[in-house]
């Protein structure tokens, strides 16, 4: 290896430095909009007798009494007073020289939370100084911050980046004035360095009108990019896949059902985009069992009658086989030729399967993550279709497409992304991503609601005779496993004797058993068995969680379900209820529920319906880790917030349209000031 050449303009990164890089601070810019989370007033010395428990506050007082008490454990006790009260203070860890500094007669002014003590109000671990100091003129911020970086570090630096820093408007006055705004400069001084008299519930709540403009020039900034990757995608070039008709006709003429009127519309959308010379890139959202994997064979068929390949990605491989079995009992005997590609189908099918891939002779493959693996080569994909989209990670999604521009055309494939889990309107406007979005808002005819229990597991018995009347009647049963996220091993073991323990208890029923560790030939031998009536009751872990299309299953037994995030209830209950009959999901507990639990279980139990659940889950857990973008390192919305900004993100939209159109410069500086670092993001 060569030593790397030294480079006199690359400076060695300090410890602060990085810290501040791992809080994505990097240039002015960046440290001029990393806003206080919180303030704390030490702008004021309060009396002693004002205090009330739960407060932070600042005193001044003499120490009267200060030593090392050992009851109950070992601690230095101080009790200062200031002619209105006496006021305790106490520390279980302290150095000698905090000994020394509260000795008797000092003047010491102290900082603290206060809470009720023994005797009247009492600090622990006060912050304390010297008495009849400076009193700062302003409240002081404090930053969100990282392990390590002190507050005070980072307000130095912040303070230095408000000297250097561009700080001019990028709204044009007349926006300004129209929505109300104050100046930018004005705003981010007033944040970091709130004058004594400001409000501080606004500042906290962000309802002051430094934050409005906080808030609207993020939201602004969202919109700008979502508009400017959308005007780039029209500029890409994409295989317009018009198709001729002929298969897609036939594939209807084949189905065993018409399709819904909800279906019908969004085949229509997606047919329109399809034969555009620029990439469709389509989210189409429908209700578990709505009905959605017809709509991507649709566009499959369309496709391939235009002379491409198809890729359908789906998270699980039991998913990837039962569409590789529907899609193939629809489309191969129109002449369609289909392979499946999954991690552990072996060498010499792999082989074969990656030359007809390759060669262009393969014209739908369907599989799991495996399609996107480096080695995996496409003769000419021109549609991408990932299932249960929301199971993918921005970077999966990416690398499908990815697979199509391979090509010296530079042609990109046009994307079809498929969820259950809808994305409520206001997120919608807001999501990070270009995305037009169909909506299937109607299941097919026949389906009678799925009827909901909460059962306490003392009522195991009565469970279990339940699932025996149930199979009795010719149907067939899920028990879903309860979750142990700790381990996968524990996880396994709960399987196995979850298993074991209903084999015992049902010995009339046939019982099986599938979970993610069984190798794939095993699970798809399970699940056919359970396809073709030949198991009465499976267990099962969440392996079975999306996709899985069963539909003379018309009972399911969640255990523990207090341990299931609500997106997860909705979707494993999504399994039932697909057929004619009655279907019934009981969802077991184990007393006492947490809060949460007890609302998620009391949302399952009061509605079916995916997006009032999709409301209250996003309600719950807060849109980054509903949306599932957490994970990719990317926050939404730093200051806005989509529950209660609704009004604000109107308006950003306005505002947007209009600075495209007439300041395009203006537009341009306000990406550049927010955007900073998110830029790689927006080209997905
Ligand atoms: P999901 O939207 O959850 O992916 P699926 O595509 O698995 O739903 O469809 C659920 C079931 O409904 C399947 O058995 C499918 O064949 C059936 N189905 C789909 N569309 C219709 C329709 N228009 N009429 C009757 N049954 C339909
Ligand atoms: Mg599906």
Same mark, same amino acid.
């Given at each position: ?10 400076k060695?990164v300090?410890l602060i ?12 810019q960046?440290f ?13 010395i309060?009396? @002693?007798?004002s205090l009330?428990? &739960? ?23 101080a ?5 209105t009260?006496?006021?305790?203070l ?6 000698p020289?905090q ?21 009247g ?12 100091g400076?009193?700062?003129n ?10 390590g970086l002190?507050?005070?570090t980072?307000?130095?630096?912040i ?6 820093? =561009? ?20 705003a ?5 360095h709130?004058? $004594? =008299? ?10 002051h ?5 906080i808030?609207?020039?993020?939201l ?8 400017a990757?959308?005007a ?7 295989? $317009?896949l018009? &198709? ?10 084949q189905?065993?059902?018409?399709l819904?009127?909800a ?7 997606i047919r ?5 010379s620029?990439?469709?890139?389509r989210?189409l ?14 566009a499959?068929?369309?496709?391939i ?12 491989? @039991?998913?990837a ?6 899609l193939?009992?629809w ?5 369609v ?9 072996n ?14 002779q ?10 996107i ?13 990932l299932?249960?989209?929301?199971r ?14 391979a ?5 990109i494939?046009?994307?079809l992304?498929?969820?259950a889990? $809808? ?16 909506v ?19 009522r ?7 699932v025996v ?29 979850t ?6 208890a ?27 009536g030949?198991i009465d ?10 996709g ?21 209830l909705h ?19 184990q007393?006492p529920?947490?809060?949460?639990a ?8 009061e509605?079916?319906?995916?997006f009032?659940?999709a409301?209250r889950?996003?309600e ?8 599932g ?5 990317l ?5 806005a ?6 009004? @604000?993100?109107?308006?950003a ?10 300041f ?12 900073r ?8």
């Amino acid at each position: 290896m060569r030593p790397s050449p030294l480079r006199a303009d690359v400076k060695p990164v300090s410890l602060i430095e990085r810290k501040l890089l791992h809080l994505g601070l990097k240039d002015p810019q960046d440290f001029v909009v990393h806003l206080p989370i919180r303030y704390e007033d030490e702008t004021r010395i309060v009396p @002693i007798v004002s205090l009330r428990a &739960g407060q932070t506050a600042q005193v001044e007082g003499q120490v009267v009494r200060s030593e090392v008490q050992f009851r109950p454990r070992r601690q230095l006790f101080a009790l200062i007073e200031d002619g209105t009260g006496e006021l305790a203070l106490r520390w279980l860890n302290f150095y000698p020289s905090q000994h020394k500094q509260l000795a008797v007669g000092k003047r010491v002014r102290v900082r603290g939370d206060v809470r009720a003590g023994f005797s009247g109000c009492e600090m622990v671990h006060p912050k304390v100084t010297t008495a009849g100091g400076d009193l700062p003129n302003a409240l002081t911020p404090v930053y969100p911050t990282t392990n390590g970086l002190m507050q005070s570090t980072l307000r130095r630096a912040i303070d230095q980046a408000l000297n250097e820093a =561009d700080l001019s408007d990028t709204l044009p006055p007349e926006i300004c004035a129209r929505y109300e705004l104050v100046p930018f400069a004005q705003a981010i001084r007033v944040l970091h360095h709130p004058p $004594p =008299d400001v409000s501080y519930s606004d500042l906290i709540e962000h309802g002051h009108p430094a934050w409005r403009r906080i808030k609207f020039d993020e939201l602004l900034a969202q919109q700008l990019s979502l508009a400017a990757a959308r005007a780039a995608r029209l500029k890409q070039r994409a295989h $317009p896949l018009a &198709g001729n008709g002929g298969l897609v006709a036939a594939l209807l003429r084949q189905l065993p059902f018409a399709l819904t009127a909800a279906q019908e519309r969004v085949v229509a959308e997606i047919r329109h985009d399809l034969s555009q010379s620029f990439p469709m890139h389509r989210l189409l959202q429908g209700d578990v069992g709505s009905g959605k994997t017809v709509v991507a064979a649709l566009a499959a068929a369309q496709a391939i009658a235009s002379g491409s390949q198809v890729a359908i990605m789906a998270p699980t491989e @039991i998913l990837a086989e039962q569409h590789f079995q529907k899609l193939a009992a629809w489309l191969e005997p129109l002449g369609v030729e289909i392979v499946w590609l999954t991690g552990s189908i072996n060498a010499k099918a792999r082989r074969q399967v990656a030359e007809a891939m390759a060669s262009g002779q393969a014209q739908l493959i369907i599989g799991t993550q495996a399609l996107i693996q480096d080695k995996v080569v496409f003769a000419h994909l021109d549609l991408v279709v990932l299932d249960e989209q929301h199971r993918f990670g921005v970077g999966q999604r990416l690398q499908l497409s990815r697979k199509g521009e391979a090509g010296s055309d530079a042609l990109i494939p046009h994307q079809l992304s498929m969820s259950a889990t $809808p994305i409520p309107r206001t997120l919608a406007m807001t999501f990070f991503a270009d995305l037009d979005v169909s909506v299937i808002d109607e299941l097919p005819p026949g389906r009678s609601p799925v009827l909901t229990k909460l059962v306490a597991d003392t009522r195991r018995d009565e469970v279990m005779s339940r699932v025996v009347d149930e199979i009795r009647l010719g149907r067939q049963a899920y028990w879903v496993c309860p979750l142990v996220e700790e381990s996968e091993v524990l996880q396994l073991q709960t399987a196995v004797d979850t298993h074991a323990r209903l084999v015992q208890a049902l010995p009339d029923l046939r019982v099986g058993l599938v979970h993610g560790r069984l190798k794939s030939a095993d699970k798809a031998c399970v699940m056919q068995d359970f396809r073709d009536g030949r198991i009465d009751v499976l267990v099962a872990t969440t392996v079975i969680e999306v996709g899985v299309d069963i539909p003379n299953a018309s009972l399911m037994v969640i255990e523990h379900a207090e341990r299931f995030g609500l997106a997860q209830l909705h979707q494993l209950r999504g399994r039932i209820g697909r057929g004619t009959v009655q279907s019934v999901c009981v969802l077991m507990y184990q007393a006492p529920l947490s809060q949460i639990a007890r609302q998620r279980l009391r949302a399952m139990y009061e509605t079916a319906d995916g997006f009032e659940i999709a409301r209250r889950d996003l309600e719950q857990r807060g849109p980054g880790e509903f949306l599932g973008v957490r994970q990719s390192g990317l926050e939404l919305l730093r200051f806005a917030s989509l529950e209660t900004d609704a009004r @604000i993100v109107l308006q950003a939209q306005d505002a947007a349209r209009e600075m495209r159109a007439d300041f395009p410069a203006q537009a341009q500086a306000h990406l550049a000031r927010w955007m900073r670092g998110k830029q790689d993001f927006l080209r997905t």
